[in-house]
């Protein structure tokens, strides 16, 4: 797994993330505001979503080596329930947090533990939780923060790296490419860039040097924050630049590996 964050700033990031997404929440008009990038949630679900999600992945890394999540932090995701006023949400956000960023804490990043992705290019350990939830939590602010009427863009650092983990964790995968190979390549304007292949042997992502080389099947081109929320499908595609085949996109966002 190549990542250019260590352990520690992933768990600083982790902590910056959420405090901005519990200042929207203790901030947001109300807490029964639509979050357009998820139709069918409120603010007070996407709270919901995000806090038992950190519940939910720091008894995942507290558990340890597993082929599948604990069975009672599975109930307990799916019984959850959340404060109703403001003040004890925020108050539940925070600790839900604090649980998450202990348990990976105690484990080191190199502990291992279940994880739903295929481990191809993002290891199923605690470091490669950390690097997810940094993601989840970015993403998840930035749609909180719409549904108050006030987005951000994504932090910089956050971006160039959440797009090389998108593609290593949510993409990356043995099972083949059901359509002829092919290859996506992603240009942030701030001067990293990334190729997808997929053929036969699966998905897999590696670096790029520069633009140039071999002409890809499609390109986008943007701000590394715009790639991260158009691949997070929170921005459309006429909101970065697409060179060659768009249509590619939409396989591959259809696209169901076997694992």
Same mark, same amino acid.
């Not at 993330?17 to 639509?34: C, E, H, N, Q, Y």
């Not at 109703?84 to 804490?105: F, P």
């Not at 190199?110 to 940094?134: E, K, N």
């Given at each position: 797994?190549?990542?250019?964050?260590?352990?520690?700033?992933?768990?600083?990031?982790?902590?910056?993330?959420?405090?901005?997404?519990?200042?929207?929440?203790?901030?947001?008009?109300?807490?029964?505001?639509?979050?357009?990038?998820?139709?069918?949630?409120?603010?007070?679900?996407?709270?919901?979503?995000?806090?038992?999600?950190?519940?939910?992945?720091?008894?995942?890394?507290?558990? +340890?080596?597993?082929?599948?999540?604990?069975?009672?932090?599975? *109930?307990?995701? *799916?019984?959850? =329930?959340?404060?109703? /006023?403001?003040?004890?949400?925020?108050?539940?956000?925070?600790?839900? =947090?604090?649980?998450?960023?202990?348990?990976?804490? /105690?484990? +080191?990043?190199?502990?291992?533990?279940?994880?739903?992705?295929? #481990?191809?290019?993002?290891?199923?350990?605690?470091?490669?939780?950390?690097?997810?939830?940094?993601?989840?939590?970015?993403?998840?602010?930035?749609?909180?923060?719409?549904?108050?009427?006030?987005?951000?863009?994504?932090?910089?650092?956050?971006?160039?790296?959440?797009?090389?983990?998108?593609?290593?964790?949510?993409?990356?995968?043995? %099972?083949?490419?059901?359509? /002829?190979?092919?290859?996506?390549?992603?240009?942030?304007?701030?001067?990293?860039?990334?190729?997808?292949?997929?053929?036969?042997?699966? *998905?897999?992502?590696?670096?790029?040097?520069?633009?140039?080389?071999?002409?890809?099947?499609? %390109?986008?081109?943007?701000?590394? #924050?715009?790639?991260?929320?158009?691949?997070?499908?929170?921005?459309?595609?006429?909101?970065?630049?697409?060179? +060659?085949? *768009? #249509?590619?996109?939409?396989?591959?966002?259809?696209?169901?590996?076997?694992?």
């Amino acid at each position: 797994m190549q990542n250019d964050l260590e352990f520690s700033d992933l768990l600083r990031l982790i902590d910056e993330r959420s405090t901005a997404f519990r200042a929207t929440v203790a901030a947001a008009p109300g807490l029964d505001a639509k979050v357009p990038t998820c139709p069918e949630w409120t603010l007070i679900d996407l709270a919901q979503h995000l806090g038992g999600g950190d519940r939910f992945w720091a008894a995942i890394v507290g558990a +340890g080596p597993a082929d599948a999540p604990p069975a009672e932090a599975v *109930a307990e995701r *799916a019984a959850l =329930t959340v404060p109703q /006023e403001r003040e004890a949400l925020v108050a539940w956000l925070d600790e839900s =947090t604090n649980l998450l960023l202990g348990a990976l804490r /105690e484990a +080191g990043p190199d502990a291992g533990c279940w994880a739903w992705w295929s #481990g191809l290019q993002t290891p199923r350990t605690a470091g490669g939780v950390a690097r997810h939830r940094v993601q989840e939590t970015a993403v998840h602010t930035y749609d909180a923060q719409l549904a108050a009427g006030a987005p951000q863009p994504l932090p910089a650092g956050v971006a160039l790296d959440g797009l090389e983990e998108f593609l290593f964790t949510c993409v990356a995968t043995p %099972s083949a490419w059901p359509h /002829e190979p092919t290859t996506f390549d992603f240009h942030a304007a701030e001067g990293r860039s990334w190729r997808l292949t997929v053929d036969g042997d699966g *998905a897999r992502t590696a670096r790029l040097p520069a633009e140039g080389a071999d002409a890809p099947g499609v %390109s986008a081109h943007a701000t590394a #924050g715009e790639l991260v929320l158009f691949l997070y499908d929170r921005l459309q595609a006429d909101s970065v630049r697409i060179d +060659g085949d *768009a #249509g590619l996109f939409d396989l591959l966002r259809a696209w169901e590996p076997e694992e």
